[in-house]
């Protein structure tokens, strides 16, 4: 199953408090989602770091989020089993202060058959119990036709992975 499919992904932001395309260039682009989860920032890591209990199913290659797992520190591994044996390399953990920021650097899905690669940064920052989650992918390099194209559909998709980060936060 494929990570992203470009049909229809727009959609897919829908439960983000605030989304944006914040920047288009055919070379890259930035993509930043900001969400308030009502749990303290602790009790969000904790679910963060879990990917398989947040991310949608439909965007990983296996067809299972069970599959995921992220080891969050530096050069920790953000990965999915593949039946047979196979594996994928998502992202690499880059900086993680637990609490407060993960920042993991790769491609995800069709990006990773390209020339493209990014930052995912989470950014908790509380406040009353409350945390604000904000999500940031800078993406750069080349992808024939630009990566400015990309950019919406990738919006989207980020934007239903930390809708679905909330509703995991706030089911518990």
């Known amino acids: ?10 959609s897919l932001a829908a439960g983000a408090a605030r989304a944006e395309v ?20 602790a009790t969000v890591w904790g679910v963060l770091v879990q990917p398989s209990k947040w991310w949608s199913a439909a965007h990983t290659w296996s067809g299972s989020a069970a599959n995921l797992s992220l080891a969050a520190a530096s050069g920790g591994c953000f990965c999915e089993r593949l039946p ?11 900086n993680a202060a637990p609490g407060s920021k993960l920042v993991l650097s790769g491609a995800l899905g069709p990006l ?15 406040k009353d119990g409350k945390t604000t989650v904000t999500v940031t992918y800078d993406v750069g390099g080349y992808l024939k036709g630009g990566l400015d194209k990309w ?22």
């Not at 990773?112 to 690669?117: H, M, P």
């Not at 919006?155 to 909330?166: E, S």
């Open 1 to 10: 199953m494929m990570m992203m499919a470009v049909a229809g992904l727009a």
């Open 22 to 41: 914040a920047d288009a260039q055919p070379n890259g682009f930035e993509v930043k989602h900001e969400v308030v989860v009502n749990a303290p920032a």
């Open 84 to 94: 047979n044996g196979g594996s994928v390399l998502h992202m690499t953990t880059v």
């Open 112 to 126: 990773q058959t390209s020339g493209a690669t990014g930052a995912l940064a989470f950014v908790l920052t509380e």
């Open 151 to 172: 950019a919406g559909p990738v919006d989207g998709v980020i934007g239903q992975q930390v809708a679905g980060l909330k509703a995991a936060v706030e089911a518990k």
